[in-house]
Protein backbone atom coordinates (compact mmCIF):
# COMPACT_ATOMS: atom_id res chain seq x y z
CA UNK A 1 0.00 0.00 0.00
CA UNK A 2 1.10 3.65 -0.83
CA UNK A 3 0.78 6.96 1.16
CA UNK A 4 0.96 7.33 5.25
CA UNK A 5 0.64 3.45 6.81
CA UNK A 6 1.29 4.72 10.29
CA UNK A 7 1.30 6.89 13.05
CA UNK A 8 2.60 6.40 16.54
CA UNK A 9 3.21 8.61 19.48
CA UNK A 10 6.12 8.31 22.35
CA UNK A 11 6.82 10.11 25.67
CA UNK A 12 10.44 11.03 25.71
CA UNK A 13 10.39 12.09 29.50
CA UNK A 14 7.79 9.25 30.81
CA UNK A 15 7.81 5.98 28.57
CA UNK A 16 4.88 5.11 30.57
CA UNK A 17 2.80 8.32 29.95
CA UNK A 18 2.69 8.48 33.49
CA UNK A 19 2.64 12.67 34.79
CA UNK A 20 1.86 14.97 36.87
CA UNK A 21 -0.15 18.05 37.52
CA UNK A 22 1.91 21.28 35.68
CA UNK A 23 4.20 18.90 34.43
CA UNK A 24 5.88 19.43 30.90
CA UNK A 25 4.95 16.67 28.37
CA UNK A 26 8.05 16.25 26.09
CA UNK A 27 7.67 13.33 23.04
CA UNK A 28 7.70 12.50 19.47
CA UNK A 29 5.50 11.43 16.57
CA UNK A 30 6.39 9.04 14.25
CA UNK A 31 4.86 8.88 10.74
CA UNK A 32 5.55 6.23 8.05
CA UNK A 33 5.72 6.78 5.00
CA UNK A 34 5.51 4.36 1.94
CA UNK A 35 6.05 4.25 -1.75
CA UNK A 36 8.32 5.89 -4.13
CA UNK A 37 7.32 9.48 -4.54
CA UNK A 38 6.00 12.13 -1.71
CA UNK A 39 2.39 12.47 -0.71
CA UNK A 40 0.52 15.87 -0.07
CA UNK A 41 -1.08 16.30 3.59
CA UNK A 42 -1.86 19.25 5.30
CA UNK A 43 0.07 18.61 7.78
CA UNK A 44 1.17 16.41 11.37
CA UNK A 45 -1.08 17.57 14.66
CA UNK A 46 -0.91 16.89 18.56
CA UNK A 47 -4.36 17.33 20.40
CA UNK A 48 -3.94 17.51 23.76
CA UNK A 49 -6.96 16.99 26.14
CA UNK A 50 -8.17 16.40 29.49
CA UNK A 51 -12.02 15.76 30.97
CA UNK A 52 -14.50 14.09 33.02
CA UNK A 53 -17.39 12.68 32.42
CA UNK A 54 -20.54 11.13 34.06
CA UNK A 55 -23.26 9.11 32.41
CA UNK A 56 -26.20 6.54 33.31
CA UNK A 57 -29.41 5.85 32.20
CA UNK A 58 -32.45 4.59 34.49
CA UNK A 59 -36.09 3.44 33.81
CA UNK A 60 -38.90 5.40 35.08
CA UNK A 61 -42.69 4.56 35.30
CA UNK A 62 -44.76 7.54 33.94
CA UNK A 63 -48.32 7.65 34.41
CA UNK A 64 -50.17 9.89 32.01
CA UNK A 65 -53.91 10.79 32.48
CA UNK A 66 -56.05 10.53 28.61
CA UNK A 67 -59.46 11.49 27.71
CA UNK A 68 -61.44 9.71 24.52
CA UNK A 69 -64.48 10.99 23.21
CA UNK A 70 -66.86 8.12 22.54
CA UNK A 71 -68.29 7.81 18.48
CA UNK A 72 -71.08 6.04 17.14
CA UNK A 73 -69.09 4.50 14.78
CA UNK A 74 -71.04 5.35 12.17
CA UNK A 75 -68.39 8.29 9.68
CA UNK A 76 -66.62 8.80 13.29
CA UNK A 77 -69.69 11.11 14.59
CA UNK A 78 -69.00 11.69 18.54
CA UNK A 79 -72.03 10.45 20.54
CA UNK A 80 -71.30 13.10 22.95
CA UNK A 81 -69.82 10.64 25.61
CA UNK A 82 -66.40 11.21 27.25
CA UNK A 83 -64.45 8.64 29.00
CA UNK A 84 -60.88 9.06 30.61
CA UNK A 85 -58.15 7.23 32.91
CA UNK A 86 -54.19 7.00 33.11
CA UNK A 87 -51.84 4.65 31.44
CA UNK A 88 -48.79 3.74 32.62
CA UNK A 89 -45.49 3.20 30.56
CA UNK A 90 -41.67 3.25 30.65
CA UNK A 91 -38.92 5.58 29.85
CA UNK A 92 -35.25 5.27 29.83
CA UNK A 93 -33.97 8.70 31.11
CA UNK A 94 -30.32 9.40 30.75
CA UNK A 95 -28.27 11.44 33.17
CA UNK A 96 -25.14 12.86 31.99
CA UNK A 97 -22.43 15.78 32.76
CA UNK A 98 -18.78 16.49 31.77
CA UNK A 99 -15.99 19.07 32.49
CA UNK A 100 -13.30 20.32 29.92
CA UNK A 101 -9.98 21.00 31.67
CA UNK A 102 -8.08 21.77 28.48
CA UNK A 103 -7.71 21.27 25.09
CA UNK A 104 -4.97 21.94 23.09
CA UNK A 105 -4.06 21.58 19.28
CA UNK A 106 -1.30 22.37 17.39
CA UNK A 107 0.79 21.25 14.29
CA UNK A 108 4.54 20.24 14.58
CA UNK A 109 4.68 19.16 10.42
CA UNK A 110 2.80 21.99 7.85
CA UNK A 111 0.50 24.27 8.69
CA UNK A 112 -3.17 22.73 7.14
CA UNK A 113 -1.70 23.94 3.82
CA UNK A 114 -0.76 21.29 1.54
CA UNK A 115 2.74 20.09 1.82
CA UNK A 116 4.64 17.14 0.55
CA UNK A 117 5.73 14.33 3.03
CA UNK A 118 8.03 11.63 1.80
CA UNK A 119 8.62 7.81 1.76
CA UNK A 120 10.43 7.17 4.74
CA UNK A 121 9.78 7.40 8.60
CA UNK A 122 9.67 10.74 9.89
CA UNK A 123 9.89 12.05 13.63
CA UNK A 124 8.65 15.09 14.77
CA UNK A 125 8.86 16.49 18.30
CA UNK A 126 6.42 18.59 20.50
CA UNK A 127 6.31 19.42 23.92
CA UNK A 128 3.62 20.78 26.15
CA UNK A 129 2.97 22.21 29.61
CA UNK A 130 -0.36 20.76 31.37
CA UNK A 131 -2.25 22.84 33.68
CA UNK A 132 -1.74 23.22 37.19
CA UNK A 133 -4.33 21.85 39.98
CA UNK A 134 -5.21 18.76 37.69
CA UNK A 135 -7.32 15.43 39.29
CA UNK A 136 -6.21 12.11 39.13
CA UNK A 137 -7.25 10.04 36.22
CA UNK A 138 -9.77 8.09 36.93
CA UNK A 139 -11.90 5.35 35.15
CA UNK A 140 -15.23 3.44 35.86
CA UNK A 141 -18.15 2.62 34.14
CA UNK A 142 -20.26 5.84 35.32
CA UNK A 143 -17.67 8.05 34.54
CA UNK A 144 -14.48 8.61 33.89
CA UNK A 145 -11.48 11.51 34.88
CA UNK A 146 -9.13 11.02 31.22
CA UNK A 147 -6.58 12.54 29.82
CA UNK A 148 -5.68 11.61 26.00
CA UNK A 149 -2.81 12.34 23.36
CA UNK A 150 -3.90 12.33 19.76
CA UNK A 151 -1.48 12.77 16.53
CA UNK A 152 -3.64 13.22 13.10
CA UNK A 153 -2.14 13.22 9.47
CA UNK A 154 -4.36 15.54 7.74
CA UNK A 155 -5.00 13.57 4.55
CA UNK A 156 -7.07 15.94 1.82
CA UNK A 157 -7.30 12.59 -0.54
CA UNK A 158 -8.53 10.06 2.59
CA UNK A 159 -9.72 9.89 6.08
CA UNK A 160 -7.04 11.44 8.28
CA UNK A 161 -4.63 8.63 10.07
CA UNK A 162 -5.38 8.97 13.88
CA UNK A 163 -3.37 7.74 16.60
CA UNK A 164 -4.53 8.04 20.32
CA UNK A 165 -3.08 7.52 23.71
CA UNK A 166 -4.48 7.77 26.76
CA UNK A 167 -2.23 9.08 29.69
CA UNK A 168 -2.07 9.23 33.26
CA UNK A 169 -2.46 12.08 35.83
CA UNK A 170 -1.18 11.66 39.40
CA UNK A 171 -3.18 14.34 41.14
CA UNK A 172 -1.95 15.56 44.15
CA UNK A 173 -2.85 15.27 47.95
CA UNK A 174 0.32 16.22 50.25
CA UNK A 175 -1.31 14.54 53.32
CA UNK A 176 1.44 17.06 55.51
CA UNK A 177 -1.18 20.00 54.78
CA UNK A 178 -4.18 17.95 55.42
CA UNK A 179 -5.21 18.52 58.78
CA UNK A 180 -5.97 16.11 61.34
CA UNK A 181 -4.91 13.18 59.40
CA UNK A 182 -1.94 12.27 61.94
CA UNK A 183 -3.82 12.04 64.47
CA UNK A 184 -4.81 8.95 66.02
CA UNK A 185 -8.69 7.63 65.35
CA UNK A 186 -10.74 6.19 68.59
CA UNK A 187 -14.16 4.66 67.05
CA UNK A 188 -16.50 2.56 69.59
CA UNK A 189 -20.13 1.23 69.42
CA UNK A 190 -22.58 -1.39 70.86
CA UNK A 191 -25.62 -3.34 70.31
CA UNK A 192 -28.41 -5.42 72.25
CA UNK A 193 -29.18 -8.25 70.92
CA UNK A 194 -32.58 -9.25 70.70
CA UNK A 195 -34.90 -12.35 69.59
CA UNK A 196 -38.63 -12.61 70.10
CA UNK A 197 -39.39 -11.73 73.45
CA UNK A 198 -35.79 -12.84 74.41
CA UNK A 199 -33.33 -9.95 75.57
CA UNK A 200 -29.69 -10.20 75.14
CA UNK A 201 -26.72 -8.43 76.75
CA UNK A 202 -24.69 -6.35 74.62
CA UNK A 203 -22.04 -6.89 71.89
CA UNK A 204 -19.28 -3.43 71.84
CA UNK A 205 -16.87 -2.92 69.81
CA UNK A 206 -13.49 -0.33 70.21
CA UNK A 207 -12.05 0.54 67.14
CA UNK A 208 -8.63 2.39 67.28
CA UNK A 209 -6.03 3.30 64.15
CA UNK A 210 -2.54 5.55 64.63
CA UNK A 211 -4.06 8.22 61.85
CA UNK A 212 -6.51 8.63 59.43
CA UNK A 213 -3.97 9.57 56.58
CA UNK A 214 -2.03 7.25 53.93
CA UNK A 215 -1.05 6.71 51.02
CA UNK A 216 -1.14 3.34 48.47
CA UNK A 217 1.49 1.08 49.46
CA UNK A 218 1.07 1.82 53.72
CA UNK A 219 -0.64 -0.65 55.73
CA UNK A 220 -3.74 0.72 57.93
CA UNK A 221 -2.53 -1.01 61.61
CA UNK A 222 -6.27 -1.82 62.99
CA UNK A 223 -6.55 -2.24 66.80
CA UNK A 224 -10.02 -3.31 68.06
CA UNK A 225 -11.54 -4.97 70.62
CA UNK A 226 -14.97 -6.84 70.55
CA UNK A 227 -16.76 -7.50 73.72
CA UNK A 228 -19.86 -10.54 73.35
CA UNK A 229 -21.80 -9.80 76.35
CA UNK A 230 -24.57 -11.79 74.28
CA UNK A 231 -26.24 -14.66 74.94
CA UNK A 232 -25.70 -15.40 70.94
CA UNK A 233 -22.60 -16.61 68.58
CA UNK A 234 -21.01 -13.78 66.56
CA UNK A 235 -20.06 -15.25 63.28
CA UNK A 236 -17.13 -13.80 62.79
CA UNK A 237 -15.66 -9.86 62.44
CA UNK A 238 -14.51 -8.18 59.10
CA UNK A 239 -12.48 -5.05 58.34
CA UNK A 240 -13.53 -3.45 54.82
CA UNK A 241 -11.48 -0.45 52.83
CA UNK A 242 -14.51 1.08 50.67
CA UNK A 243 -14.20 3.61 48.28
CA UNK A 244 -17.84 5.54 47.84
CA UNK A 245 -17.77 7.25 44.25
CA UNK A 246 -20.18 10.45 44.02
CA UNK A 247 -21.39 10.89 40.22
CA UNK A 248 -22.97 14.43 39.39
CA UNK A 249 -24.97 14.81 36.47
CA UNK A 250 -27.17 18.02 35.93
CA UNK A 251 -30.40 17.22 36.92
CA UNK A 252 -29.26 14.20 39.33
CA UNK A 253 -26.70 12.02 41.38
CA UNK A 254 -25.53 8.82 41.99
CA UNK A 255 -23.61 6.80 44.63
CA UNK A 256 -21.48 3.60 44.43
CA UNK A 257 -19.36 2.19 47.28
CA UNK A 258 -16.43 -0.18 45.90
CA UNK A 259 -15.15 -2.70 48.15
CA UNK A 260 -11.15 -2.48 47.89
CA UNK A 261 -9.88 -5.12 50.47
CA UNK A 262 -10.66 -6.88 53.66
CA UNK A 263 -9.78 -8.67 56.40
CA UNK A 264 -11.36 -11.22 58.80
CA UNK A 265 -11.33 -12.90 62.15
CA UNK A 266 -12.89 -16.12 63.44
CA UNK A 267 -16.15 -16.69 65.85
CA UNK A 268 -16.51 -14.96 69.49
CA UNK A 269 -18.52 -17.43 71.69
CA UNK A 270 -21.23 -16.11 74.17
CA UNK A 271 -19.17 -13.89 76.84
CA UNK A 272 -16.39 -13.79 75.15
CA UNK A 273 -14.11 -11.06 73.36
CA UNK A 274 -11.87 -11.02 70.33
CA UNK A 275 -9.03 -8.55 69.83
CA UNK A 276 -7.50 -7.39 66.84
CA UNK A 277 -3.82 -6.18 67.27
CA UNK A 278 -1.98 -4.04 64.60
CA UNK A 279 -3.43 -5.74 61.89
CA UNK A 280 -2.43 -4.60 58.88
CA UNK A 281 -4.61 -3.40 55.76
CA UNK A 282 -2.36 -3.03 53.06
CA UNK A 283 -3.83 -0.48 50.99
CA UNK A 284 -3.11 -1.30 47.05
CA UNK A 285 -3.02 1.69 44.17
CA UNK A 286 -5.81 3.78 44.22
CA UNK A 287 -6.61 7.39 43.20
CA UNK A 288 -6.24 10.04 46.05
CA UNK A 289 -9.06 11.30 47.98
CA UNK A 290 -11.44 14.49 46.14
CA UNK A 291 -9.95 14.23 42.86
CA UNK A 292 -9.94 18.22 43.80
CA UNK A 293 -10.24 20.20 40.85
CA UNK A 294 -13.09 17.81 39.87
CA UNK A 295 -17.00 18.87 40.39
CA UNK A 296 -18.74 16.23 39.14
CA UNK A 297 -16.88 12.67 40.52
CA UNK A 298 -15.83 12.73 44.31
CA UNK A 299 -14.08 10.12 45.48
CA UNK A 300 -13.70 9.36 49.41
CA UNK A 301 -12.74 6.05 51.73
CA UNK A 302 -13.74 5.07 55.01
CA UNK A 303 -12.64 1.65 57.00
CA UNK A 304 -15.92 -0.17 57.91
CA UNK A 305 -15.42 -2.63 61.24
CA UNK A 306 -18.52 -5.64 61.20
CA UNK A 307 -20.00 -7.71 63.83
CA UNK A 308 -21.81 -10.42 62.66
CA UNK A 309 -24.10 -12.46 64.46
CA UNK A 310 -24.40 -16.13 63.58
CA UNK A 311 -27.99 -16.30 63.04
CA UNK A 312 -30.65 -13.55 62.08
CA UNK A 313 -29.86 -9.93 63.02
CA UNK A 314 -28.07 -6.98 62.23
CA UNK A 315 -24.56 -6.54 61.96
CA UNK A 316 -22.73 -3.87 64.71
CA UNK A 317 -21.01 -1.53 61.74
CA UNK A 318 -18.41 0.93 63.09
CA UNK A 319 -16.94 3.42 60.48
CA UNK A 320 -14.58 5.95 59.97
CA UNK A 321 -13.30 8.21 57.51
CA UNK A 322 -9.59 7.41 55.57
CA UNK A 323 -8.05 9.90 53.69
CA UNK A 324 -5.89 8.47 50.62
CA UNK A 325 -3.52 10.51 49.77
CA UNK A 326 -0.30 10.89 47.10
CA UNK A 327 2.59 12.14 49.60
CA UNK A 328 2.63 10.44 52.86
CA UNK A 329 3.36 12.44 56.31
CA UNK A 330 6.79 13.29 56.66
CA UNK A 331 7.02 10.98 60.00
CA UNK A 332 6.50 7.53 57.75
CA UNK A 333 9.00 8.47 55.45
CA UNK A 334 11.28 6.32 57.28
CA UNK A 335 8.71 3.38 56.39
CA UNK A 336 9.54 3.42 52.63
CA UNK A 337 12.07 2.28 50.76
CA UNK A 338 12.72 3.56 47.11
CA UNK A 339 12.79 1.82 43.51
CA UNK A 340 14.59 1.72 40.35
CA UNK A 341 11.53 3.10 38.64
CA UNK A 342 11.10 5.94 40.68
CA UNK A 343 9.60 9.84 39.74
CA UNK A 344 8.15 9.90 36.33
CA UNK A 345 11.97 9.96 34.93
CA UNK A 346 13.35 11.36 31.29
CA UNK A 347 14.71 8.79 28.85
CA UNK A 348 17.71 9.81 26.37
CA UNK A 349 16.16 10.67 22.62
CA UNK A 350 17.20 8.35 20.16
CA UNK A 351 15.92 8.42 16.76
CA UNK A 352 14.19 4.80 16.05
CA UNK A 353 15.92 5.00 12.16
CA UNK A 354 19.43 4.97 10.66
CA UNK A 355 18.79 8.21 9.36
CA UNK A 356 17.17 11.71 10.17
CA UNK A 357 13.74 12.41 8.49
CA UNK A 358 14.35 14.65 4.90
CA UNK A 359 15.19 18.33 5.55
CA UNK A 360 12.87 19.70 6.12
CA UNK A 361 11.99 23.71 6.66
CA UNK A 362 12.46 25.23 10.27
CA UNK A 363 8.91 26.91 9.79
CA UNK A 364 7.00 23.26 10.12
CA UNK A 365 9.43 20.46 12.04
CA UNK A 366 11.41 21.31 15.16
CA UNK A 367 14.58 18.90 15.64
CA UNK A 368 13.99 16.51 18.83
CA UNK A 369 15.93 17.91 21.61
CA UNK A 370 18.46 15.05 23.85
CA UNK A 371 19.19 15.24 27.63
CA UNK A 372 14.92 16.46 28.40
CA UNK A 373 15.18 16.88 32.20
CA UNK A 374 12.61 15.81 34.18
CA UNK A 375 10.32 18.81 34.97
CA UNK A 376 7.80 20.46 37.74
CA UNK A 377 6.17 19.34 40.30
CA UNK A 378 8.43 15.79 39.97
CA UNK A 379 11.81 18.24 40.56
CA UNK A 380 9.35 19.84 43.17
CA UNK A 381 8.00 16.97 44.82
CA UNK A 382 12.04 15.92 45.17
CA UNK A 383 13.58 19.46 46.40
CA UNK A 384 10.74 20.05 49.18
CA UNK A 385 11.17 16.55 50.67
CA UNK A 386 14.55 14.81 50.06
CA UNK A 387 13.91 12.31 52.29
CA UNK A 388 11.24 10.83 50.47
CA UNK A 389 12.03 7.96 48.77
CA UNK A 390 10.33 7.57 45.24
CA UNK A 391 7.02 5.08 44.45
CA UNK A 392 6.32 2.93 42.04
CA UNK A 393 3.46 3.01 39.49
CA UNK A 394 0.97 0.54 39.48
CA UNK A 395 -2.14 0.24 37.78
CA UNK A 396 -5.03 0.82 40.11
CA UNK A 397 -7.08 -1.34 41.83
CA UNK A 398 -10.85 -0.70 40.43
CA UNK A 399 -13.66 -3.87 40.45
CA UNK A 400 -16.31 -1.19 38.34
CA UNK A 401 -13.82 -0.41 36.10
CA UNK A 402 -14.85 -1.20 32.22
CA UNK A 403 -12.56 -3.71 29.97
CA UNK A 404 -11.78 -1.26 27.59
CA UNK A 405 -12.12 2.51 26.32
CA UNK A 406 -15.15 2.75 24.57
CA UNK A 407 -14.59 4.55 21.13
CA UNK A 408 -15.63 7.79 20.10
CA UNK A 409 -18.45 9.26 18.00
CA UNK A 410 -15.57 10.61 16.04
CA UNK A 411 -13.22 7.68 16.19
CA UNK A 412 -12.94 5.87 12.59
CA UNK A 413 -12.03 1.81 12.12
CA UNK A 414 -8.77 2.63 11.85
CA UNK A 415 -7.93 4.84 14.80
CA UNK A 416 -5.02 3.35 17.14
CA UNK A 417 -4.94 4.04 20.44
CA UNK A 418 -4.48 1.70 23.93
CA UNK A 419 -7.68 1.12 24.43
CA UNK A 420 -6.93 -1.36 27.30
CA UNK A 421 -5.99 1.59 29.29
CA UNK A 422 -5.84 1.46 33.01
CA UNK A 423 -4.52 4.52 35.00
CA UNK A 424 -1.27 3.96 37.70
CA UNK A 425 -1.20 5.60 40.68
CA UNK A 426 1.75 5.99 42.86
CA UNK A 427 2.76 3.09 45.04
CA UNK A 428 5.48 3.52 47.91
CA UNK A 429 7.19 0.42 48.89
CA UNK A 430 7.83 -0.58 52.99
CA UNK A 431 10.72 -1.57 53.96
CA UNK A 432 9.67 -4.40 55.84
CA UNK A 433 8.16 -6.29 52.44
Not at 157 to 184: C, H, M, Q, R
Amino acid sequence: MMGVQNVQIFFDNSPQGIYFPGQTIHGRVKVEVQGHQAVNIRGVSVKFQGGSLVRWTETVQRSESFHHHGSTGINSVSDGSLSSGRVNRQEIVVHSNHEEYFKSKFFVFGNGQNVPIFPGEHVFSFSYILPANLPSSFESTLGHIRYQLEARVDRPWALDKVSKTFFTINGILDLNLEPGVNAPVQVMDHKTMCCWCCRSGPISALVMLPKSGFVPGEAILLEADVDNMSNRLMNRTQARLIQTVRYQATDASKVVENPILKADQGQIPPGESQTWNDHPLRIPALPPSGPRGCSIIHISYKLEFHVEPSSVGMSLILSTPITIGSIPTQNSFNQFQGNSQGYPSPSPFVFPINEMPPPYSDQVYNPPKVNVQPSAPSLLMMEQYPDLPPPSYIQAVNESRPPRIARMDDDHEDTTANWEFVPQYAVYQPKSA
